[in-house]
């Protein structure tokens, strides 16, 4: 067996007492992670700042600034003052326009519906308003109620907030495109597409990012704004995440090429399934409008 050099410290063997000492410590670091991905992030808002730049933008809305919600789901699982101090930051912000593309609420009770209207009559709109979609948890448990989304869409609207279903609005020399959510049995872009001038200013709001893969939206041209995946929810450092609710699995945060003169953008949305996240905090996105 060969001797250490002389001087040459031996190496310290692995006793019962190192050994607890490093699991307590892998213990402890697991315990303060889980809560910071329960406690912490969960409610930690991040704004993204970015441009938009769109085509023939009109000289009225350069520098315009657009703001975007998504994925409240108020209601039971998110706690309300979160969600108040949420659109509390949003205003502050002073957009002159505001998006928000769905899941107002996490709908299983009569309350979950009233939660997500007093959020958003908290909402102070700019001069050019504040325009939706519907998303998936909109039309309740199987995404199939479509009384309790008429009856959010009138609650919503009745706050002066105008919710787009498979419609357009000209805001500005603007078009604002709203497609009802893919999931939903009100899906149906070709009732408005067709209808869109595409060589014109346009922007179109849609939760679920899947959509942007259909037929039936193929001839979308510019920006798309989405949300539904809250970016995941859980992201390592350099990894995808494990889970995402969508089919493309591009499609998951942040800016997406989609080409021939398409691109989206997927915010990761404010509110939670689960109250967990983990390298993915809630986000308000506000984009300042220029001309491609």
């Known amino acids: 067996m060969q001797k250490l050099a002389q001087g040459q410290p031996s190496p310290k063997k692995m006793t019962r007492r190192r050994a607890l000492r490093l699991f307590g410590g892998l213990a402890l670091g697991a315990a303060g992670l889980g ?13 993204v700042e970015r441009p938009l730049a769109i085509t023939n933008l009109p000289e009225s ?15 039971s699982r998110v706690p309300q003052a979160y969600l108040e101090r949420a659109v509390e930051l949003a205003n502050s912000l002073a957009p002159d326009l505001t998006v928000i593309t769905g899941d107002f609420m996490h709908y299983q009770a009569e309350q979950d519906l009233a939660a997500a209207l ?9 001069r050019l308003g504040i325009w939706a979609v519907l998303g998936n948890h909109d039309y309740g448990p199987g995404w199939s109620n479509t009384l309790l989304a008429d009856t959010l869409t009138a609650g919503i609207e009745s706050q002066d907030i105008r919710v787009l279903r498979n419609d357009m609005a000209l805001v500005s020399g603007l078009q604002i495109v709203g497609i009802d959510d893919y999931w939903s049995p009100r899906f149906a872009p070709e009732r408005i597409v067709p209808r869109v ?22 001839a979308c041209r510019g920006w798309i704004l989405a949300g539904h995946t809250h ?3 859980v992201r390592l450092p350099g ?7 969508t089919q493309n699995p591009r499609y998951t945060m942040g800016e997406v090429a989609l080409g021939n003169g398409r691109w989206m953008y997927i915010n990761r949305g404010l509110g939670y399934g689960v109250r967990l996240r983990l390298g993915v905090r809630p986000e308000l996105t506000l984009f300042h409008l220029q001309r491609a």
Request: overall charge negative; glycine content about 6%.
């Open 239 to 245: 990894m995808q995440p494990p889970i995402i609710p």
């Open 231 to 233: 970016g995941g929810q």
């Open 35 to 47: 809560v910071y991905a329960w406690r912490i992030e969960p409610a930690w808002i991040e704004v």
């Open 118 to 126: 007093a959020v958003v009559r908290l909402l102070r709109p700019g």
């Open 197 to 218: 001038a595409w060589d014109a200013p346009a922007l179109t709001l849609c939760h679920n990012p899947d959509a942007a893969d259909t037929e039936r939206m193929a």
């Open 61 to 75: 809305l350069q520098s315009a600034r657009l703001l975007q919600l998504s994925d409240l789901h108020a209601g």
